[in-house]
């Protein structure tokens, strides 16, 4: 695929198949991601491989859609308001890098917010400095689902003098 099918083609999967995704993929998947823009070269991501256990702790509704692997991404807070929010955009570019080269090769992910949760913290362990911007739940999709409609980008533009 080009970059605009894997941008347009990319779904959320809510249902996986129980084949087992390999780390090694997932590892070379989050080495590229790396490559995400970030001020000052903070590299403000950390992330957390979620066991069996952790996960079922996590206690979340369908745990998962029964994906193979199940990531937790974390950012680190930053000194005051400006590096938090830089930090969280660079985590978003890292996620969503992370996001379409999993869909580039045949495997889906979704992006749950469990993990911000007081219990969610808890159960990850963690600490203040970090925030959870999302728990990534990756495998083969078992079904997807058809786009929804987006509304014009015009819409969304405001032209100014």
Not at 47 to 55: M, N, Q, V
Not at 82 to 103: G, K, P, Y
Request: aromatic share 8%.
């Amino acid at each position: 695929m080009n970059i605009s099918e894997v941008i347009t083609g990319r779904r959320t999967i809510k249902k996986f198949k129980p084949e087992v995704v390999d780390n090694s993929i997932i590892l070379e998947w989050l080495q590229r991601a790396r490559y995400a823009p970030n001020h000052k070269m903070t590299e403000p991501w950390k992330i957390l491989f979620i066991g069996e256990k952790t996960r079922a702790e996590l206690k979340h509704k369908t745990n998962f859609g029964g994906a193979s692997k199940v990531l937790a991404i974390l950012s680190h807070k930053g000194r005051n308001q400006m590096e938090r929010d830089e930090n969280l955009s660079a985590v978003s570019c890292f996620i969503q890098n992370f996001m379409l080269q999993a869909w580039d090769e045949g495997i889906g992910t979704f992006w749950s917010s469990v993990g911000s949760s007081a219990l969610g913290r808890r159960t990850l362990g963690v600490s203040d400095e970090f925030e959870v911007v999302g728990v990534l739940a990756i495998g083969y999709p078992e079904e997807i689902m058809a786009a929804k409609e987006r509304a014009s980008i015009e819409d969304k533009i405001t032209y100014l003098d």
